[in-house]
């Protein structure tokens, strides 16, 4: 069972969009998310235009609970071990960490 120490189980459908994502440039990001409930890392958007780099973008913002950014960080170690070939990782607790011109100075 996952805990706040191993983090969350990752879905199979995770790690087979992204492997799509990878392969094929498929899509032009996939927003997964922390299903508390199901105790498991979900799918939860998709977007159909192929891109050519593979961003990896961690949001846990400042405002969280504790316990949730415990979740979440032991949660994405463990998520990212599962996608193999991510380019680029940005980790950002407020929007300005992750806005178009941080993700564009990233990409070159």
Known sequence: MANAASGMAVHDECKLKFLELKAKRTY????????????????????????????????????????????YASSKDRFKRELDGIQVELQATDPTEMGLDVIKSRAS
Request: charged share 35%.
């Open 28 to 71: 032009r990001f996939i927003v997964y998310k922390i299903e508390e409930k199901q105790k498991q890392v979900i799918v939860e958007k998709l977007e159909g235009v192929p891109k050519s780099r593979i961003f990896f973008i961690a949001w846990s913002p400042d405002t969280s609970r504790v316990r949730n950014k415990m979740i």
